[in-house]
């Protein structure tokens, strides 16, 4: 309890702030507004709730946002296509396809690095260079050019997150993998063990930790990189769908319901390996 | 066997194959590309390694012969079959190289500085040549993907325009927001520091925010601040600040309990403490934050063109070329990128050498 009384506070001062601000941005709207209805002399406390609900506000008040989210959420058909839901899981099946994809490129690549010395000094510089290429930035590009040879929907947006994904694996995995000391190994040379008894006994289980710490930081950049590489193509729906036409309508409350849902999703994907990660560093004989 | 091990035998067994397969097809074109015919009986008569000691070196020279003479023998109408036996002979002759090449550096026959920076620019060059043979050999269309020499060319005659846009989203809106969201993570660290309330509070917060898409807000950012470069700083300055935030904070705790109760014992202020100790302690977390940020900043910058900017700048470059379809356009916009992208990250990693000399990473030489 003691930790969750100073978040509950900064939480709130936050919430305290965002009103603020938004009667502040929201203001020389609402006073033009109030001047042309003729209206002179609203009082403070009235004003305030006008600027709170503006049907396109500079700056959506925080009720206004989490009623947007329940409208296109809970309030619609989970297949319309104004529903959250559904743009939410267009995004969430790409970024999981994309996870799983680079993960295991992550792990393939990093195995091939330990294991083999001129792919360790020929491929690792690259893979530090590739993530230098603004993937991110050129996300839209690459969807229009697979898009142009026929491959559409899940799987362009799933190859961009699988090229955000794979380096935090590729990074993490190493040094896992490298992670078994001398005398360790030593241990299981005396045992007569094989590479691949060494690889599966001692340096996977050990490799362990460092893999849900990576995973949890590329499922993050995987769903950024879902939402971006949506960008590019209007119909197929998705969170960066609607954060784009939101942009281009002015719809300020559009977009800010699409970028918590954005936001709820990636904090539980990142709980979720979290909960995988406790259970299986039990399993594999971790300390608490 | 002059000292080769099993997967090296293998390597060169089908490197020689392949190029005896290729010489034996291409024979009836013989008059058509005499390089690519000579660098297949090399690369058969290379069987005789199996009697003879072969140096490394003689690997490489074939290898780089099979590059040479596919790029020549290129735009000589459709590609013949050989010409990919070419490709994967060359190939199997640089990887055979690299391999004998680490071997020998490993058993210390080699200098490791120099030789062992050769091995990671032999990758990329051969990257470059498949890419360049197969585009061209294949006629990849170059809405796709374009061959490299294309991209070069039309990097060459858009100098003026390339600049622009660098100027635009690079000098104007990365580093003035990198600038400021770094300091601001670095002076609301030191302040959150100060208060262990603030600290529990704002840190869990902090952790949640550096892994949520920060990205997304960057049509919010083009509304409040206009479509100039404003609006595109405004993003690096949120994408910067919770990165730096997090890894200052857990910086500002690396000094050990015994080297602050010595700082106590010669009754130094709660500045002095910072400054002299635990501010240069946390340098190279510090520097993990200035790094990590070097790339997120000309991503953020990028990205937030694509919802607004006028008529120049990387991102704006970037969308409407797709729109025209001037695809090597587009990338060669990629590369000034990447190679902005690499020179801003190198620039910090030097900086950190510097001040951040005595730390065990740098002085191992592995930074």
């Known amino acids: 309890m003691t930790r969750v009384i100073p978040v509950l506070t900064i939480v709130l001062a936050i919430v305290a702030f965002w009103y603020g601000m938004a009667i502040h941005m929201n203001a020389p709207w609402q006073e033009r507004l109030n001047e042309r209805a003729g209206l002179e002399s609203v009082a403070f406390m009235d004003f305030a709730q006008q600027t709170w609900a503006q049907d396109k506000p500079v700056l959506p008040a925080p009720h206004q946002v989490v009623g947007e989210i329940w409208n296109a959420t809970a309030a619609l058909e989970l297949t319309s296509r104004r529903s959250l839901a559904y743009h939410g899981w267009i995004t969430l099946s790409a970024t999981l396809l994309g996870f799983v994809f680079g993960t295991a490129l992550g792990v393939a690549l990093a195995v091939a690095i330990i294991h083999n010395d001129a792919s360790d000094r020929s491929l690792m510089p690259w893979i530090i260079a590739s993530q230098t290429i603004p993937i991110l930035a050129v996300a839209p590009m690459v969807v229009v050019g697979l898009g142009s040879v026929g491959m559409t929907g899940l799987v362009p947006k799933a190859l ?11 990074v993490g995995m190493v040094k896992g993998l490298r992670s078994p000391e001398a005398i360790q190994l030593d241990l299981m040379r005396t045992y007569d063990a094989n590479p691949w008894q060494v690889f599966w006994k001692l340096r996977w289980p050990a490799a362990m930790p460092f893999l849900f710490a990576s995973m949890k930081v590329g499922i993050a950049i995987s769903l950024i990189g879902a939402v971006v590489a949506e960008l590019s193509n209007a119909s197929g729906g998705g969170l960066g769908v609607r954060l784009l036409t939101g942009s281009y309508n002015g719809q300020t409350i559009q977009i800010w319901a699409a970028l918590f849902i954005a936001a709820g999703l990636a904090a539980a994907l990142v709980a979720i390996l979290g909960g995988a990660e406790k259970w299986v560093n039990g399993r594999m004989g971790a300390r608490a | 066997m002059a ?12 490197a020689a194959l392949i190029g005896a397969l290729g010489f034996a097809l291409g024979v009836p074109t013989l008059g058509a590309a005499p390089l690519v015919t000579l660098f297949f009986a090399l690369a058969a008569l290379s069987l005789l390694r199996f009697w003879l000691p072969f140096s490394l070196w003689l690997d490489g020279a074939l290898a780089v012969l099979s590059a040479v003479a596919l790029i020549e023998a290129l735009p000589a109408g459709p590609t013949p079959i050989h010409h990919w036996l070419a490709l994967i002979a060359g190939w199997a002759f640089a990887w055979l190289f690299v391999e004998r090449l680490s071997a020998a550096i490993r058993a210390g026959r080699l200098p490791e500085t120099g030789t062992g920076l050769l091995i990671p620019i032999i990758f990329g060059l051969s990257l470059l040549v498949v890419w360049e043979v197969v585009t061209r050999g294949a006629n990849v269309p170059p809405v796709l993907l374009p061959p490299p020499s294309a991209i070069w060319a039309r990097l060459v005659a858009e100098v003026p325009t390339l600049w622009a846009d660098f100027v635009q989203t690079f000098i104007k809106s990365v580093l003035p927001g990198y600038a400021i969201g770094c300091l601001a993570g670095l002076v609301v660290a030191i302040a959150v520091d100060r208060s262990p309330f603030l600290k529990a509070g704002v840190m869990p917060i902090g952790n949640f925010m550096s892994a949520l898409p920060i990205i997304g807000i960057a049509p919010i950012m083009v509304m409040w601040f206009g479509f100039d470069w404003q609006s595109k700083a405004a993003v690096v300055v949120a994408m910067t600040f919770f990165p730096m935030l997090v890894n200052t904070v ?10 602050r109760d010595l700082m106590t014992t010669y009754a130094a202020s709660y500045w002095q403490t910072l400054m002299k100790l635990r501010l240069p302690a946390a340098g190279p977390f510090i520097f993990n934050a200035l790094k990590i940020n070097s790339t997120l900043a000309l991503i953020g910058a990028i990205v937030a063109e694509f919802f607004g900017t006028p008529v120049v700048g990387m991102g704006f470059r970037i969308s409407t070329g797709v729109g025209r379809l001037a695809i090597d356009l587009v990338w060669a916009e990629i590369a000034v990128a990447a190679v902005a992208g690499s020179v801003f990250y190198a620039c910090v990693a030097l900086i950190e050498r510097g001040v951040t000399f005595w730390h065990p990473s740098v002085r191992g030489g592995r930074a």
């Open chain 1, 160 to 170: 961009i997150s699988m090229y955000l994904s794979f380096f935090p694996v590729v």
């Open chain 2, 3 to 14: 000292g080769l091990s099993y997967f090296q035998l293998y390597l060169a067994l089908v």
């Open chain 2, 250 to 259: 857990a910086g500002l705790n690396a000094a050990s309990g015994m080297e």
